[in-house]
């Protein structure tokens, strides 16, 4: 009986194996039940998280710290609409970085908001979900180096990241 139970043990260890399949590839998932929002990412490529001390979200880091994401939820004090939150994001970029927006292309669909900013050193994509009072936002920075790698192209993150947002008082 062992050594049947060690075989069963081998041979799914080889279907493991030769599926590709490592629990180190396992996607995982955060969700926020105060601004009732979830992402599911890479935790190949995201290995250091932290949530925030406020359960506003949660920042995730690659190994090599090329690769930066930020989701989080948060108040919108001033009333303001996707466009001007945008608008602020993109002052703040070029305020407290030294690095030159080249391009930026904002895209809305109703209560959403997508751009890809490419600055002199750094690739920034921006999500935003504008939900009553609240915003989510989703923001991913890869530097050179991170670009070098195909896995860590802001195309190739957005193939594994999904972000889910529910209206307030829905879940």
């Known amino acids: 009986m062992r050594k049947r ?4 043990a081998l041979l799914v260890f080889a279907f ?6 490592s629990a180190a590839e396992a996607p995982q998932r955060y969700c926020n039940s105060r601004y009732n929002f979830c992402v599911t990412f890479p935790t190949e490529i995201f290995v ?3 949530v925030s001390p406020n359960n506003d979200g949660i920042i995730l880091t690659s190994a090599e710290r090329d690769i930066e994401m930020r989701v989080t939820g948060y108040y919108n004090a001033m009333g303001w609409t ?3 939150e945008y608008n602020e994001i993109l002052e703040t970029i070029q305020a407290e970085s030294r690095d030159y927006v080249k391009s930026a292309n904002p895209v809305y669909a109703g209560s959403e908001m997508t ?3 490419q600055l002199d050193v750094l690739t920034m994509y921006v999500h935003l979900v504008e939900q009553g009072n609240h915003f989510v936002s989703l923001i991913i920075v890869t530097n050179r180096q991170g670009e070098e790698k ?3 192209t ?3 993150l957005l193939d594994k990241i999904n972000l889910e947002v529910s209206e307030l008082g829905d879940q």
């Open 5 to 8: 139970t060690q075989l069963l």
């Open 16 to 21: 493991f194996i030769g599926s590709g399949f």
């Open 48 to 50: 250091n998280k932290e």
């Open 82 to 84: 996707l466009e001007d």
């Open 115 to 117: 751009s890809t900013i």
């Open 150 to 152: 195909t896995s860590h």
């Open 154 to 156: 802001i195309s190739s």
